[in-house]
């Protein structure tokens, strides 16, 4: 069974100053995390995921995450938050390794960016 | 090129009507995938083809809920009989995974039904 909490269902910050949304998972496997982004009334963008490769991954925008297997940790950053970041963030964990194809998402952060 | 691209967007029925969502995937992806997001559940995985088949049904809530994807394509999926709790935004996403690979899913504007 594959799980993921996101720690904080609400993050407020100046604009100009780092964003920090925070992401713990459990995964019985491997796990491949993803971070999506969706703006109000709009689908779902991928910002960035890790596959096992490096463990540090930049994604669009500015956004990058680490993949901590030893705290279960896929936390999502951004130096310096624009006002266009405003928006909800899922935090995402497959397990396809599996063979379940199954995305199961995380239960959302909305991000405030204060002008 | 194209994203994913799903109709309509908005839907308002009546309760114990049916419906039907459409979604069109990107071109040449085999696997698609339908979700549904709504307030109290969040975002929730309903059923997975691969090709025209559906391997993982796992998520549908009920026999109410069908879906069909014909010429590796185009894919509907049908609420018979709907109820109010059957208010959400439907999400359709594909993706073109291989063994092996990371699947990486692309999503769908949405469709937001509304059961009176």
């Known amino acids: 069974a594959q799980s993921v909490t996101q720690l904080d269902s609400h993050v407020s910050v100046s604009e100009g100053t780092p964003v920090l949304l925070r992401c713990n998972y459990s995964?019985?496997?491997?796990?491949?995390l993803f971070w999506y982004v969706q703006h109000p009334n709009k689908g779902l963008q991928l910002l960035l995921k890790?596959?096992?490769?490096?463990?540090l991954v930049k994604g669009i925008n500015g956004f990058e995450a680490e993949f901590k297997k030893s705290e279960t940790s896929f936390h999502l950053t951004k130096p310096s938050a624009h006002m266009s970041d405003a928006a909800e963030y899922f935090c995402?964990?497959?397990?396809?390794?599996?063979?379940?194809?199954?995305?199961?998402f995380g239960s959302g952060t909305r991000l405030q960016v204060q002008p | 090129g194209a994203g994913v691209s799903q109709s309509p967007s908005n839907k308002v029925t009546e309760k114990g009507k049916d419906v039907e969502l459409r979604c069109d995937p990107i071109s040449g992806h085999t696997a698609l995938y339908w979700y549904r997001q709504s307030l109290g559940q969040g975002l929730e995985f309903l059923i997975y083809?691969?090709?025209?088949?559906?391997?993982?049904k796992s998520g549908l809530p009920s026999d109410r809920f069908s879906a069909e994807r014909t010429g590796g394509s185009v894919s509907t999926l049908t609420i018979q009989r709907t109820q109010q709790e059957d208010s959400a935004v439907y999400l359709c996403?594909?993706?073109?995974?291989?063994?092996?690979?990371?699947?990486?899913?692309?999503f769908g504007p949405g469709t937001r039904l509304t059961v009176l």
């Open positions: 995964s019985s496997y491997s796990p491949s």
């Open positions: 995402v964990v497959s397990a396809a390794d599996t063979g379940r194809r199954a995305l199961t």
């Open positions: 996403a594909s993706s073109s995974w291989t063994s092996g690979s990371t699947d990486t899913q692309y």
């Open positions: 083809f691969q090709g025209n088949s559906a391997p993982d």
């Open positions: 890790y596959t096992s490769a490096a463990t």
